[in-house]
């Protein structure tokens, strides 16, 4: 599979997912119908699938005008009623067929309720949508901490090798804020200075790796006593550090 990222709006990310053999393309969400045509004319590629990660506006905005009859939307069943124009309905557990390759389908809630991840297990690409972020994740708008750190706990028992294609580049902010929340991390503290440099340069974060983010993504690392002692909350469960970790980053 080849890919092509491509920044629209104020700060999303789109992505495109190519397969040569079959000529099959997929944009992984659709923020902005003009940023996806540009993408294409720009590949030369031609869309014949879009799969959609969760309902909000800067994810599905160009659906019904790049929509037609070649082009098959996968998308959350749970979000069916929020996501008009869905041809297949997918939950956790499902795999769908792309380009002869196997995507399998997560439920990742927390950010919203019915946000769904997809995987390429062939490929080693994972489209994590709003759930999980360079050194951070969504924002909790329709589920508990206890979701999130279920749903990033999905994430993060992929290969680590696998890349991570998120939904925002929102790494500096995040890598900012992570230094804080786990302080005596060498390893973010020189991904903080990686990220610095490329941000500056106009570099694209993104993809991440699964691995990369279990080293340095303190929502990620909720389960570590490095992260808890940070949060003052030595020997607390996960979940509360996460929800401790989201407060503190909500408010940074
Ligand atoms: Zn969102």
Redesign the pocket.
């Known amino acids: 599979m080849e890919t092509h990222l491509f920044r629209c709006l104020s700060d999303n990310y789109g992505v495109l997912v190519h397969d040569p053999d079959s000529g099959e393309t997929a944009s992984i969400d659709v923020p902005e119908e003009a940023a996806v045509r540009k993408a294409l004319a720009d590949t030369g590629w031609t869309l014949t699938h879009i799969f959609i990660?969760?309902h909000?506006a800067?994810?599905i905005g160009g659906l019904a005008a790049l929509k037609g009859p070649d082009v098959t939307v996968i998308g959350p069943r749970k979000d069916e009623a929020r996501i008009p124009g869905l041809d297949i309905l997918v939950h956790e557990g499902d795999s769908v067929v792309f380009g002869g390759e196997r995507v399998m389908v997560f439920e990742t809630p927390g950010?919203?309720s019915g946000?769904v991840t997809y995987w390429m297990p062939e490929s080693g690409l994972v489209f994590a949508?709003?759930t999980l972020f360079a050194m951070g994740c969504?924002?909790l708008?329709e589920g508990t901490p206890a979701d999130m750190w279920a749903s990033l706990s999905k994430i993060a028992a992929l290969p680590p090798q696998t890349k991570v294609f998120c939904?925002h580049e929102y790494t500096l902010s995040n890598a900012r804020f992570a230094v804080t929340a786990d302080p005596t991390n060498a390893a973010l503290k020189a991904r903080l200075a990686e990220v610095e440099k490329k941000t500056a340069a106009g570099i694209p974060t993104v993809p991440t790796t699964v691995g990369e983010e279990l080293a340095t993504n303190p929502f990620v690392r909720a389960n570590t006593p490095e992260v808890a002692a940070a949060m003052g909350m030595p020997g607390a469960s996960p979940e509360k550090v996460l929800a401790e970790v989201r407060a503190r980053k909500d408010s940074f």
């Open positions: 990660t969760h909000h800067d994810h950010h919203t946000h949508g709003d969504g924002r708008f939904g």
